[in-house]
């Protein structure tokens, strides 16, 4: 059975009528769960001779994750999650002291701490801007990074989509702006891979988890480093797997057991030792069904799902937070009205069978391609039962 958008036909155990969390963590398709159960069936079955051939499926899931941000597969390199990945970046960057990091209101953590981590080992200095200026338009955001960059920086880290507001941040723009102050960019993309279409062309580091818009298991990310930037960093949070030829001492006889080669110069230098077998194979099945659909297409067809369900939130009492066309994400979050609780609403929700998430205080839909426009008017049948109950 093909993936059809508007089609949850291959969520088929799928309990939720409406489900609307894919910001927060993806059900498994059915063929995201099978290809889980062929490795650990395989795993079951031969144990280390099931090996050979999943990490040749690795070897093709970086092409197929370098395909969907306009990368090369060496520049691609395998964590466990977003966070794994934002710290060995923050612990490799030849930081020199009092460099600056700039960073924005309201980022999700995973972007925060790692860089206030290598702020205290290093002696950076963090300065934090309001986000503010982007929902006044493009330009007045990007005034308000420019000014900061011509005071000096190194990075410029932010997330492709934000977590909170659903903003849509213009990393192209910023990594233009970043590079001719000579500042690189590092972007957080969990919010926006797999749903919103994303180009590294100006970006010199971007990581992500796969259990969002990604729509696999948790317990696999990856780490895009472009290429010229990989020479300089300098690989403090190392494993034994971050070697040249790592492996021969395992496979090639006697006389390879050395702890002194060279770090690889890729970017899978990142992987310190075993990897989630599982939740790589199921990232892979669900790329291959996204890559199928077309991230552009899936884009699309999520913005109209937010244009039928937006209006009818509004006159509900709703204050929506979508910015203008060109930041628009997979995430429409809204304000509550004032005297209904957001952990109510959201149980009540969830009972009703519609199934949202609640990030830093807003109201969260971010339905994926499965979900259909159809499924708005129980939606907002089901918000207005829950309001008119809460109140
Ligand atoms: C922007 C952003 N970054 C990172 C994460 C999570 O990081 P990790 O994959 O390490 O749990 C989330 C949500 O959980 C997020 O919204």
Same mark, same amino acid.
């Given at each position: 059975?093909?993936?059809?958008?508007?089609?949850?036909?291959?969520?088929?155990?799928?309990?939720?009528?409406?489900?609307?969390?894919?910001?927060?963590?993806?059900?498994?398709?059915?063929?995201?769960?099978? &290809?889980?159960?062929?490795?650990?069936? $395989?795993?079951?079955?031969?144990? @280390?001779?099931?090996?050979?051939?999943?990490?040749?499926?690795?070897?093709?899931?970086?092409?197929?994750?370098?395909?969907?941000?306009?990368?090369?597969?060496?520049?691609?390199?395998?964590? $466990?999650?977003?966070?794994?990945?934002?710290?060995?970046?923050?612990?490799?960057?030849?930081?020199?002291?009092?460099?600056?990091?700039?960073?924005?209101?309201?980022?999700?953590?995973?972007?925060?701490?790692?860089?206030?981590?290598?702020?205290?080992?290093?002696?950076?200095?963090?300065?934090?801007?309001?986000?503010?200026?982007?929902?006044?338009?493009?330009?007045?955001?990007?005034?308000?990074?420019?000014?900061?960059?011509? &005071?000096?920086?190194?990075?410029?880290?932010?997330?492709?989509?934000?977590?909170?507001?659903?903003?849509?941040?213009?990393?192209?723009?910023?990594?233009?702006?970043?590079?001719? +102050?000579?500042?690189?960019?590092?972007?957080?993309?969990? $919010?926006?891979?797999?749903?919103?279409?994303?180009?590294?062309?100006?970006?010199?580091?971007?990581?992500?988890?796969?259990?969002?818009?990604?729509?696999?298991?948790?317990?696999?990310?990856?780490?895009?480093?472009?290429?010229?930037?990989?020479?300089?960093? @300098?690989?403090?949070?190392?494993?034994?797997?971050?070697?040249?030829?790592?492996?021969?001492?395992?496979?090639?006889?006697?006389? +390879?057991?050395?702890?002194?080669?060279?770090?690889?110069?890729?970017?899978?230098? @990142?992987?310190?030792?075993?990897?989630?077998?599982?939740?790589?194979?199921?990232?892979?099945?669900?790329?291959?069904?996204? $890559?199928?659909?077309?991230?552009?297409?899936?884009?699309?067809?999520?913005?109209?799902? +937010?244009?039928?369900?937006?209006?009818?939130?509004?006159?509900?009492?709703?204050?929506?937070?979508?910015?203008?066309?060109?930041?628009?994400?997979?995430?429409?979050?809204?304000?509550?009205?004032?005297?209904?609780?957001?952990?109510?609403?959201?149980?009540?929700?969830?009972?009703?069978?519609?199934?949202?998430?609640?990030?830093?205080?807003?109201?969260?839909?971010?339905?994926?391609?499965?979900?259909?426009?159809?499924?708005?008017?129980?939606?907002?049948?089901?918000?207005?039962?829950?309001?008119?109950?809460? &109140?």
């Amino acid at each position: 059975m093909n993936a059809r958008l508007g089609d949850r036909s291959l969520f088929s155990t799928l309990r939720a009528k409406s489900y609307l969390a894919h910001a927060a963590i993806s059900p498994l398709s059915d063929p995201v769960k099978a &290809r889980v159960d062929a490795l650990t069936s $395989q795993y079951a079955e031969g144990g @280390v001779e099931a090996l050979p051939h999943w990490l040749s499926e690795r070897t093709r899931l970086r092409g197929q994750l370098a395909g969907l941000i306009g990368a090369q597969a060496d520049d691609v390199g395998f964590v $466990q999650s977003t966070t794994p990945g934002v710290v060995w970046l923050a612990f490799a960057i030849d930081w020199k002291p009092g460099d600056r990091v700039i960073l924005f209101e309201g980022e999700f953590p995973a972007n925060v701490t790692p860089w206030q981590r290598a702020a205290e080992t290093f002696g950076l200095e963090i300065v934090t801007l309001p986000i503010a200026p982007f929902f006044e338009s493009v330009e007045a955001g990007l005034a308000s990074v420019e000014h900061e960059l011509s &005071r000096g920086a190194r990075l410029v880290a932010v997330s492709e989509v934000r977590f909170q507001d659903g903003y849509r941040m213009p990393t192209a723009a910023l990594g233009e702006l970043a590079h001719r +102050h000579g500042a690189e960019l590092f972007v957080d993309a969990i $919010q926006a891979l797999g749903v919103v279409p994303v180009d590294v062309t100006h970006v010199d580091y971007l990581v992500s988890g796969a259990h969002k818009w990604l729509m696999g298991l948790e317990g696999a990310g990856f780490v895009y480093v472009d290429p010229s930037r990989i020479g300089a960093l @300098v690989p403090r949070l190392a494993g034994w797997l971050g070697h040249v030829d790592a492996l021969r001492f395992l496979f090639d006889g006697a006389g +390879h057991l050395r702890t002194d080669r060279p770090f690889r110069e890729k970017a899978d230098v @990142v992987e310190q030792g075993a990897l989630s077998g599982a939740s790589l194979a199921a990232l892979q099945a669900s790329v291959e069904l996204l $890559q199928g659909l077309g991230v552009d297409a899936i884009y699309d067809h999520v913005q109209a799902f +937010h244009d039928a369900l937006e209006p009818g939130l509004v006159e509900l009492g709703f204050r929506s937070l979508r910015a203008f066309p060109e930041a628009r994400s997979g995430s429409l979050c809204l304000e509550v009205p004032e005297g209904i609780p957001l952990a109510g609403l959201a149980k009540s929700l969830g009972e009703r069978g519609v199934v949202v998430s609640t990030p830093d205080g807003f109201l969260r839909f971010a339905p994926h391609w499965p979900n259909a426009s159809a499924e708005v008017p129980f939606v907002l049948e089901a918000v207005h039962d829950a309001v008119r109950e809460i &109140r």
